[in-house]
């Protein structure tokens, strides 16, 4: 099967398009975990975060937000220790942060409801044919972030913001000759 051309042969990368990246997610949890994990990824490649998300999964409650906002400098600290984890100050702290605001968030609506509020509840779907087409933000995700920031998150700016939107399919940017496209929408 033809894939986009920037999945490598690494069967955890292979997996991870094929399966999930671009499939609408709407679970709030699910939603938290990517929203964490591309933030992650700043600077980074997104394999390296792939190899370490078992172990994020682990060291913040399977992204459960109430415990991972109850956590105490003294746990993030320990994980700051973790080889497991992307060992960013920032980024692991920020993780209580986002999480302390998922659930101010949550006084108002569900992070999905608020999330897919922004595409109208409707994949965006794109079609590009080149990978070299497809944009790494957009004014949309511009907004986004910029509300996101008031909000009181962190790790959200326009660029993770749409690597993000992808990832959960609130956008479809498979390229149009990617086996998957199809099945994403």
Known sequence: M????????????????????????????????????????????????????????????????????AMSDAELNIILLDAGVIRNRLKVYGTRKNALAVLELKKEQSLGDYLWSWVGGQQIVNSYERLSDVPASTPLSEKISKDLKKRGFTFVGPTIIYAFMQAVGMVNDHTTDCGVYGECG
């Open 2 to 69: 033809k894939r986009c051309k920037w999945v490598s042969d690494d069967p955890l990368y292979v997996e991870y398009h094929d399966k999930e990246w671009g499939r609408p997610v709407r679970d709030d949890r699910h939603l938290f975990e990517m929203l964490i994990l591309e933030g992650a990824q700043a600077g980074l490649s997104w394999i390296t975060v792939l190899k370490k998300r078992a172990r994020y999964k682990e060291v913040f409650f399977d992204f459960d937000v109430e415990k991972v906002a």
